[in-house]
């Protein structure tokens, strides 16, 4: 286009009266809004809602294990429980709040006035209300909701599932075209409305580790899809992709579903390194050490990614050449995610530590993400895994990464950013009860399932031995006062969007770097409408 | 970048986008609610809820394109924004062949691994012997090991002749494009014609192949790993070609409006990348499915 376009035409300005004014009222305000700050709250809300929905199925499901013997729900029950409790938070907690962060931060980390598609960004946060919408209303359609595990492996979806697969099904598709359409918004943005001077190797780590889960998402939710549109086939249509008798395999659907799966859980760890790889730094009050080979690191993670999907089926039966290679490709993981370990310590080195509330969240992280890394080695080792595999110890070791690694993060991520977002300090009391209480909490909950699966105890069964009772009700006790934190945090973010507090200055924390601090706090309705210059 | 900045368009509050999240909400629980019906032989208001949102659908794209359109005519536009859509568009072509790539796994992996095992290739001799004795792993799938039975699709006749009509509408298609590039309208409008012209062509020689396989050859959805990847493979393409010759025509409405200029045609770049696309995977489909 030529120099028609330098300045915006007189007889469109109307259209942007709210452009250059504060944000408009209402309702109407967040259903029609391309504003990534209003977006990027949306998701985060949404995320929070969905995060304590999906906590409740999962105090159901502790109260159920809380004793031997079954007591109160039935177990077709019990299994909707876990199935929707594991979509809910995959789909609908972890990765919108990922999502939410991206919005509200990348343009301001960047310097660009918005995200680079809003229209579109606001499409994709919308569908997902209702694609959660239809998938916690098949729990109450005839025949109960999706019953075969959040991974609905063939022939439980198929054969054995319920009519309610198809609702399934098609919010799944939604969840993905969601997930593609945020992923490719947070692309283009990154790639193209950088402000001037802001070059590959000078941006945030956030962005860069948002940059490569984006490409993670575009590249395994559309076979996300294709799993789900060959299990309604097979369910509805008499295909036999997953059915022997007809030339398939079940096996295949894990194959399919885990080429997924494996990216899908680094779409849900990378922005997290990213999130403790902006804190540390702040509060070591040192810049990143190696941030170079951080960058590597997370790329290395995800091309990784990609060849190691069968780690999660050694099991099946697959031949031994192909169970060595994915125990190798596995443990080779290690080594970028030690190099993102050891990088955040030699940060912390000698630094000007203080211990704010951010910060304490990011060192949980550190330690226990750690732990949980360290169980997932365990996992890796083929004939270990033959006793672990569907235990509990596999259980903790992905609650260990995804509650303390991911989830912690994402709370690490909101109170480093709150203040910015309300121009108010959250209530420090309360967060400091919500972070203790969630830290011990959450070690009482996850950390004896690590005994009662070594010892063998299978995971997603309503019953168990009597031998594993001492432990379940120690677990259930701490699974309990975990979920009850989190009412202190839900108390805190409403206090925060109420806007009580002291204000706070544009830096908020001492030792904060990045374009995101130089803008007054709270921050404006429009940001970087002409981009500022990166030295 | 440019000296003076051109500032980057961030539109307005839009309606269309929660108008197109009611749409697919419509369309999941109407697809659900379709396919249980049929499953049961049931009679509900699954369809009809499904035709609402289809309808809604087409209501948030007609109304959304058009404000795009009107943007892009009054001249909103920067470049930078132009490359947004470009990068935009050519991400989303990616995910379409990751969603190819899914059904092309499953195609592998049928041939070159459960069906060979069910035959007791590896070291499953004995899941040969104890499941399906009789069983004999030859491609493409005849016989299943449950004993349906069907025919094989030749690549000879109807499918080498769509090959050649796909190829040479890329050919068109990539002529109308540099007609457009030199502002050659009259080039423009015939070579875009065309590509739609061939594009019709193949999908009504699609149909007619699928009334071949269903009644001469046997050859059904429901024909084993065979006919499963046959089908969903050719229907996905078919589908994605359906939806490419949609957006040539309404394209080819908007030439014979003047709309586009030699350097301003995201739109028809989009389609044309999107045109090619879906010739690249019907190469590789029909040297997977057919061919080989």
Redesign the interface.
């Known amino acids: 286009m030529t120099k028609a376009t330098e300045t915006l035409v007189p007889d469109h300005a109307s259209a942007h009266q709210d452009h250059h004014h504060g944000a408009p009222k209402g309702i109407m305000r967040w259903l029609l809004t391309t504003n990534h700050k209003d977006i990027g709250t949306l998701y985060l809300w949404f995320a929070f809602i969905m995060f304590l929905v999906g906590g409740a199925m999962a105090m159901v499901i502790r109260a159920e294990l809380f004793q031997p013997g079954l007591q109160i729900v039935d177990p077709n029950f019990f299994n909707q429980m876990t199935t929707v409790h594991g979509l809910i938070m995959v789909f609908g907690a972890v990765m919108p709040a990922f999502t939410g962060l991206a919005n509200w931060l990348i343009p301001m980390m960047i310097g660009a006035p918005d995200m680079a598609l809003p229209r579109m960004n606001n499409w994709s946060f919308w569908i997902l209300p209702f694609a959660f919408a239809i998938l916690l209303g098949s729990l109450f359609v005839e025949g109960g909701g999706p019953a075969f595990g959040w991974t609905f492996y063939a022939p439980l979806s198929t054969t054995y599932s319920s009519d309610s697969t198809a609702l399934f099904v098609f919010s799944v598709h939604i969840m993905g075209i969601s997930s593609i359409m945020g992923a490719i918004n947070v692309i283009v943005t990154i790639f193209n409305m950088r402000a001037p001077g802001m070059s590959w190797m000078k941006m945030p780590l956030f962005v860069w580790t948002w940059l490569i889960t984006a490409f993670l998402l575009i590249a395994v939710m559309p076979v996300l899809a294709g799993a789900v549109t060959m299990v309604l086939t097979d369910k509805f249509f008499g295909t036999s992709f997953f059915d022997a008798a007809g030339g398939g395999d079940p096996v295949m659907f894990q194959h399919i579903f885990w080429f997924f799966g494996h990216p899908e859980v680094y779409i849900m760890i990378l922005p997290a390194f990213g999130i403790i790889s902006q804190i540390v730094p702040t509060f070591a009050r040192k810049p990143l050490f190696g941030y170079a080979s951080m960058v590597y690191a997370t790329a290395s993670i995800a091309l990784l990614s990609f060849i190691v999907w069968a780690h999660h089926m050694f099991t099946t039966g697959m031949p031994v050449f192909a169970e060595m290679f994915f125990m190798f490709a596995t443990m080779l993981i290690s080594v970028p995610t030690g190099v993102k370990v050891f990088n955040w310590v030699a940060t912390m080195w000698r630094g000007a530590m203080t211990f704010e509330i951010p910060m304490l969240f990011a060192l949980a992280f550190i330690v226990l993400f750690t732990i949980g890394g360290l169980s997932g080695l365990m996992l890796a080792i083929t004939p270990v895994d033959f006793q672990y595999h569907d235990t509990y110890f596999v259980v903790a070791h992905f609650h260990y990464v995804l509650v303390t690694g991911a989830v912690f993060s994402i709370m690490a991520a909101v109170y480093y950013w709150l203040p910015k977002w309300t121009g108010k300090m959250f209530n420090i009391t309360l967060a400091k009860w919500h972070f203790w209480c969630s830290l011990i909490s959450v070690n009482v909950l996850f950390f004896p399932m690590h005994f009662v699966g070594l010892a063998g105890m299978p995971r997603r069964i309503p019953d168990y031995s009597l031998q594993f009772a001492d432990y379940n009700q120690w677990i259930s006790i701490g699974g309990f006062a975990f979920g009850l934190s989190q009412l202190i945090f839900l108390t805190l973010v409403i206090k925060a969007c109420k806007k009580q507090g002291e204000p706070v200055s544009d830096r908020v924390w001492e030792g904060a770097q990045g374009l995101e601090w130089e803008i007054p706090s709270p921050a404006p309705y429009h940001t970087f409408e002409t981009p500022p210059v990166v030295k | 970048?440019q000296q003076?900045?051109?500032?980057?368009?961030?539109?307005?509050?839009?309606?269309?986008?929660?108008v197109?999240?009611?749409a697919?909400?419509l369309?999941?629980?109407g697809?659900?609610?379709t396919?249980?019906d049929?499953?049961?032989g049931e009679q509900g208001f699954g369809s009809r809820v499904l035709g609402l949102g289809i309808l809604t659908l087409l209501v948030m794209l007609f109304g959304?394109f058009k404000n795009q359109i009107d943007?892009s005519m009054?001249?909103?536009?920067?470049?930078?924004l132009?490359?947004?859509?470009r990068?935009?568009m050519s991400?989303?072509i990616?995910?379409?062949?990751?969603?190819f790539?899914?059904?092309f796994?499953?195609l592998f992996?049928?041939r070159m691994?459960?069906?060979p095992?069910?035959g007791g290739a590896?070291?499953n001799a004995m899941t040969n012997e104890v499941?399906w004795p009789s069983f004999n792993a030859i491609w493409p799938?005849l016989s299943?090991?449950?004993g349906?039975t069907t025919q094989q699709m030749q690549a000879t006749g109807l499918p080498t002749f769509n090959t050649i009509i796909l190829l040479i509408s890329s050919v068109t298609l990539h002529f109308a494009h540099v007609g457009l590039e030199q502002g050659k309208r009259k080039q423009l409008t015939i070579m875009l014609g065309v590509t739609i012209l061939l594009g019709l062509g193949f999908l009504t020689l699609q149909v007619e192949e699928y009334i071949h396989a269903y009644h001469e050859l046997g050859l059904t959805?429901?024909s084993?790993?065979?006919?499963?990847t046959f089908f969903?493979l050719t229907g996905f393409h078919g589908m994605h070609v359906t939806l490419g010759t949609l957006l040539l025509i309404v394209l080819f409405f908007r030439v014979l409006k003047g709309h586009f200029t030699p350097?301003?045609h995201f739109a028809f770049q989009a389609g044309s990348w999107y045109w090619h696309f879906v010739d690249v995977v019907w190469v590789m489909l029909f040297l997977f499915v057919y061919v080989l």
């Open positions: 970048m003076e900045y051109q500032r980057y368009y961030v539109p307005a509050q839009s309606p269309w986008p929660i197109g999240a009611v697919l909400f369309i999941a629980v697809a659900a609610y396919v249980i049929n499953s049961n959304w943007e009054s001249g909103l536009y920067s470049d930078q132009g490359r947004s859509y990068q935009g991400w989303f990616f995910s379409e062949v990751m969603f790539a899914a059904f796994g499953a992996y049928a691994i459960s069906v095992w069910l590896s070291n499941l799938l299943t090991p449950g349906t959805l429901q084993g790993v065979y006919g499963n969903m350097h301003n």
